[in-house]
């Protein structure tokens, strides 16, 4: 049975929305100005992206439905409405695209979970890796990419020893961006005073570029030495959703208040060869309409003085320590010393990363790194997986502000 035919449609009283039956028993309601806007007739239907057929602002405030009807199979809903300003339009939806399109409230819980992330337990499952020699196949690419979207990172095994190895393993997936530090950057100790990744002291959990409107998405560190006598320097990671929700369940009123107030990231140097003055204020949680987390801002490192109402200074500084202190328990701490030749591939907007203190000890230490788009990421993905025939795959939530 297909269960996007059409069994039946009933105007309601007012002549504001329709209930539609479907054959598999499912019910619909949708609003009359909805429909409109949604015709999908010759005329009204978007066959070019970006193409405007349906002016709304030409349309009366209240449209009233006229007369509502379905063709003989079930196949498209047609109606006439008062309020209409083309001549003898006939709004023309067809039923595969309606149902896909429903709003009732089953639907859109649907939508979400299908979406919602899926979280691992670093103390339960093992690094995910990949070798350099499979991500020019389809297969090792989709696999690649699978991993960032399920877990958050990948390591990538044998990426070979050549200065900008790592733009070359990004441009697979997405130009590289430009950002506070170029295109390219090294990690080492180098006696920079521009960051202190570029030292050897330990670098607390936390996300980069938080001083623009929005960090990059997807950080590759390619370890281009790293020697077996430096002593520490492990990176750890930390899936900052997992977190959260988490952080949501124990401590609701901490939760809110993360979501509230707006802390200012800022990186700014006049000495630094480059000038930069790069400031932004926004709240740690990011959560959307449904209440869903979408994203987060997570840097101490580069936060500048908070400046907030005085009613919230402590609660703040209270539910803050909280999530500092649960986001370092070890259910959430994947730890991994990366070998000369791999590659830390991960979702800047998913992961907090960190690197511990460590030694030389006569050794080296230098990773290159650099930053792509983690939505370009996830649209390739999608494709790929609907080309090689899984028609089910739908594009999950990667923190880019929104849930779906
Ligand atoms: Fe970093
Ligand atoms: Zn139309
Ligand atoms: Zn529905």
Not at 10 to 23: A, D, G, L, R
Not at 130 to 149: A, H
Not at 320 to 325: E, I, T
Request: a neutral charge; glycine letters at 6%; hydrophobic letters at 35%.
């Amino acid at each position: 049975m297909n269960s996007a035919i059409l069994s039946d449609v009933y105007i309601n009283p007012e002549k504001k929305s329709v209930e539609t039956i479907w054959k598999d028993g499912h019910r619909s309601i949708y609003h009359v100005t909805w429909l409109r806007f949604n015709c999908r007739c010759k005329v009204c239907k978007r066959t070019v992206i970006g193409e405007l057929n349906i002016h709304r602002s030409q349309f009366p405030s209240d449209l009233r439905i006229n007369d509502a009807r379905l063709t003989k199979d079930g196949s498209f809903l047609e109606l006439e409405i008062i309020g209409e300003v083309i001549d003898g339009h006939v709004i023309t939806i067809d039923s595969g695209w309606l149902k896909s399109a429903c709003y009732c409230d089953q639907c859109l819980q649907d939508m979400l979970q299908e979406r919602t992330l899926h979280f691992v337990d670093p103390t339960k499952v093992e690094v995910p890796k990949i070798d350099y020699n499979e991500l020019d196949t389809q297969k090792g690419l989709l696999n690649w990419m699978k991993q960032v979207i399920d877990i958050g990172f990948v390591v990538i095994q044998n990426v070979p020893l050549e200065e900008g190895a790592c733009i070359k393993v990004g441009e697979k997936i997405s130009p590289v961006l430009q950002n506070t530090y170029g295109k390219l950057f090294d990690v080492l100790d180098n006696q920079s005073t521009e960051n202190i990744a570029n030292s050897q002291i330990w670098l607390p959990l936390h996300t980069d570029q938080c001083h623009y409107e929005a960090g990059p998405g997807v950080q590759l560190l390619h370890a281009l030495q790293f020697d077996d006598c430096v002593r520490g320097g492990e990176s750890l990671l930390v899936d900052m959703f997992y977190v959260l929700e988490t952080f949501r369940k124990e401590s609701p009123e901490d939760f809110d208040i993360l979501c509230k107030v707006p802390v200012p990231f800022g990186t700014i140097d006049y000495q630094r060869k480059n000038p930069c003055h790069l400031y932004t204020r926004k709240p740690v949680i990011v959560t959307d309409y449904d209440d869903q987390i979408v994203g987060f801002n997570f840097n101490k490192g580069i936060e500048e003085p908070l400046r907030i109402h005085a009613k919230y200074v402590e609660k703040f500084y209270q539910a803050y320590n909280k999530l500092d202190r649960m986001i370092n328990r070890n259910e959430f701490v994947f730890k991994h010393r990366l070998r000369t030749g791999e590659l830390l591939f991960f979702n800047n907007r998913r992961m907090l990363h960190s690197r511990e203190a460590y030694m030389s000890n006569g050794g080296r230490r230098r990773l290159q790194g650099c930053y792509i788009s983690m939505e370009e990421l996830r649209s390739k993905y999608v494709v790929c997986a609907r080309l090689m025939g899984n028609l089910d795959v739908v594009a999950p939530k990667i923190g880019n502000g929104s849930a779906v």
